[in-house]
């Protein structure tokens, strides 16, 4: 497709909150899910293999797969959001192209469309064997951006 | 939608198989996630809820909602499937419908339609607080039924 | 799924304005598609066979198929919705289960949860040959609400 | 995403069959689309506007936008199938990204990857209003490659 420009991030603490953001993720930390890069519009995650997010063929799991593909599309898409506002996934769909079989799994997620209210991403996850990426899934989400509000924390 | 007539499971021992092949997948039991029933063309998994299965606002994970709907239309796929066969997951698409707030999460699978090669699914994932269940998330699933080889475990 | 309760629709001309809107759609008119059943999160949508609508092998072209689950997802969000406000698509998945083979085609569409902002809805799209009804396809959609002002027309 | 290697077209009549079979799609005809481009794993469709692609407010219908979004990825998949194969939408998303508001739309479809029976492919929607395009809708779809029999035609 078409490149678009490179977007500019409304709020100049965006890595910050980024990162803040995804440390407060249980979820992420029990996976072992790392951030390892965010830019205005784009954010990659990885997560080294373990039998914990393996599923029975010694593969990742799909699920693993899904969590952070949909993480890397969501903080893509918050990289973007004014200061205080919030995001939350509305949907992703994810389409698997080869088992997740390798020492690492590297998920890029990238904002397609920023709106006002709904942000459009995408993300490819990449299982990383022996140095070579191989494409096993790629994602299509909506983001939902929540106006910032007092009290509010992401 | 019109109710489909109860399937048979053409594999007598599928509930064996299917239950077997969870206890293999060490991402369910990292999250905590238990097969609580299986039926031909229907499975139910659920998974409490602790820390390691939140994100940043104290609610369940997307992505552990997403990897029990999966596992639940997964599972419900390979209940149909023949002795001897293996399922993958092909894509997933799921859409949230509200917060994952509740003490557990209940994921429903049901297959809609069970080809030779690709099996249709649907899922439901279920909030329950305090005794009460909110409609969580919903997805919808295409599953791919590898043939039965030699030497081939699920 | 659990049965949810009968939804009630806030704006009380739900059916007249859901048959306005329909009747100004040029390429519902163009494919054949008739509005058949509109109720409080409901709707069905049903387009005769034709080879305007059909593809290379005779059947129903996947697009047509698409355009009426589309329609009748978006129609069911729509009669849920308060008066004056108006309804876009904001995404729909559709998974295909059989060949559209067969004299008509009805797609039902049924709001799965009425947000504010966001409603999630399915559809399940039938191939009606010689009165016996096949699943065809499902389809999973976002539908985004906008809030009535002056001057719009939905 | 990383750039995959330009594919190889194992038909090496792919242009003509690809042009064949959406020319007898009446479909395709009656909604006036037409293939513009065509190259081994990736495809271009185009529709001009007039009312009857239209929907309440003036823009292209969604589900037009989905239908030749459907047509570009299914034929930049099948552009990649073996000779006297045939092939079949499985399932498709698709996220709308701006109104369809303009003279024309443009279906960029292109393969991800093409595995010996699914193949999964992306394509982007861009109106066209007074020679700027803008982004409207993307795509995320599996097709079914079904292998060559005697007396079947695309």
Redesign the interface.
């Known amino acids: 497709?078409?490149k678009?420009a490179r977007p500019t991030a409304p709020d100049p603490d965006f890595a910050t909150k980024v990162r803040e953001?995804f440390a407060?993720?249980?979820?992420?930390?029990?996976?072992g899910a790392r951030l390892v890069r965010i830019e205005p519009g784009s954010c990659e995650v990885e997560i080294p293999f373990r039998?914990?997010?393996?599923?029975?063929h010694g593969y990742f799991?799909?699920?693993?797969i899904?969590?952070?593909a949909?993480?890397a599309g969501?903080y893509a898409a918050f990289s973007l959001a004014p200061a205080g506002s919030a995001v939350?996934?509305?949907?992703?769909?994810?389409?698997?192209?080869?088992?997740g079989d390798g020492q690492k799994l590297i998920a890029?997620g990238?904002v397609?469309?920023a709106g006002r209210?709904?942000t459009?991403t995408?993300a490819?996850v990449?299982a990383v064997k022996d140095g070579t990426?191989t494409?096993c899934a790629?994602?299509?989400q909506?983001v939902?951006i929540l106006p910032a509000r007092p009290g509010r924390?992401?």
Do not use: C, W
């Open positions: 497709m078409k678009p953001s407060h993720q249980g979820a992420m930390a029990h996976l039998p914990e997010v393996g599923q029975q799991h799909g699920g693993v899904g969590a952070i949909d993480s969501g939350l996934t509305v949907e992703f769909k994810l389409n698997f192209a080869a088992p890029r990238t397609l469309r209210s709904l459009l995408r490819e990449y990426e494409l790629a994602m299509q909506t939902i924390e992401n």
